[in-house]
C-alpha cells in the first residue's frame, strides 16, 4: 500500500535559522496536505498542493510539490517560538485515503 | 477552530472492554473520516463514512466499526480493547469526501487501555 516518509524526524533550531521538512510518498500522489501539530493539540490544516511542481507561500512558510507528485517540502524562513510543533503531511491517493506521514518535531530555542 | 467537535474528551478502559467515540461534524458537511494516532506517530486512517455509508476503510480490524446519522454526526466503536488501542482518536469532516477535499479535524478523544 501506499507509504508516506517525511524527513527529519526532530529538528531543533535556534531562532532565526530556517527549517525544512521533506516528504516522500511510494506512489504519485492526487495532492498532498500540510497539517501543524501543537503539543497536546490537533492536526491544524495548512496547505494543499494539487498541481505538479506547485509553489505555495504563506508569510514565512513555503511549500514545493515535486514534479512527479511523489515528493514535497514545507520550508519555513528564519522561525519564530510561535513555530514550535509537529510539522505533517498527508497524501492522497487517487481516491479518498489521506495518508499522513510521521511527522518533524520542530522545537525552536530563543 | 473547526466546528467539529468530539466526546468524549479523555477516557480510560480495560482491556477486553467496547467504547464508542463520537463525533459532531463541521456545519454543511457530510463526511466524516476517522483516524488513530499513536504517541509519537501520524494520523492513521481507519475509515470514511459519506452519507450515512462507509467509503473506504484502512487497514484496521472488523472490531473498529462505525456509524453515521442522518445529521452526519458519528461514531466510532472498537469492540474487545487491547492495550494497542490506546491512542489519539480523532475525527475530520470534509464537504463531501473528494479526493480533494480539505478535512477538518476535531480536538480528538484521547483512549487509554489499561
Known amino acids: 500500500g501506499q507509504q508516506v516518509m517525511q524527513i527529519p524526524q526532530y529538528q531543533h533550531v535556534q531562532e532565526g535559522e530556517d527549517f525544512t521538512t521533506y516528504c516522500n510518498s511510494s506512489t504519485t500522489l492526487s495532492n498532498i496536505q500540510w497539517y501543524k501539530q501543537r503539543p497536546g493539540g490537533h492536526p491544524v490544516f495548512l496547505i494543499q498542493?494539487?498541481?505538479?511542481?506547485e509553489v505555495k507561500k504563506q508569510k514565512r512558510l513555503t511549500f514545493q510539490f515535486g514534479e512527479a507528485k511523489k515528493n514535497s517540502s514545507l520550508h519555513i524562513t528564519a522561525t519564530q517560538t510561535t513555530d514550535v510543533g509537529t510539522y505533517f503531511c498527508a497524501g492522497m491517493e487517487y481516491g479518498n485515503k489521506l495518508v499522513f506521514g510521521a511527522g518533524t518535531i520542530l522545537r525552536v530555542k530563543s | 477552530e473547526t466546528g467539529v467537535t468530539q466526546s468524549p474528551t479523555h477516557l480510560i478502559k480495560t482491556r477486553g472492554q467496547q467504547v464508542t467515540l463520537r463525533c459532531s461534524s463541521q456545519s454543511g458537511h457530510n463526511t466524516v473520516s476517522w483516524y488513530q494516532q499513536a504517541l509519537g506517530q501520524g494520523p492513521q486512517f481507519i475509515f470514511q463514512?459519506?452519507?450515512?455509508?462507509?467509503?473506504g476503510r484502512g487497514n484496521f480490524p472488523p472490531r473498529f466499526s462505525g456509524l453515521q446519522f442522518p445529521n452526519y454526526s458519528s461514531e466510532l466503536n472498537v469492540n474487545a480493547l487491547e492495550l494497542d488501542d490506546s491512542a489519539l482518536y480523532l475525527c475530520?469532516?470534509?464537504?463531501?469526501?473528494?479526493?480533494?477535499?480539505?478535512?477538518?479535524f476535531g480536538p480528538g478523544t484521547r483512549l487509554l487501555v489499561l
Open positions: 498542493l494539487v498541481k505538479s511542481g
Open positions: 463514512y459519506y452519507r450515512e455509508e462507509e467509503n
Open positions: 475530520a469532516s470534509s464537504l463531501s469526501g473528494g479526493a480533494q477535499e480539505t478535512q477538518y
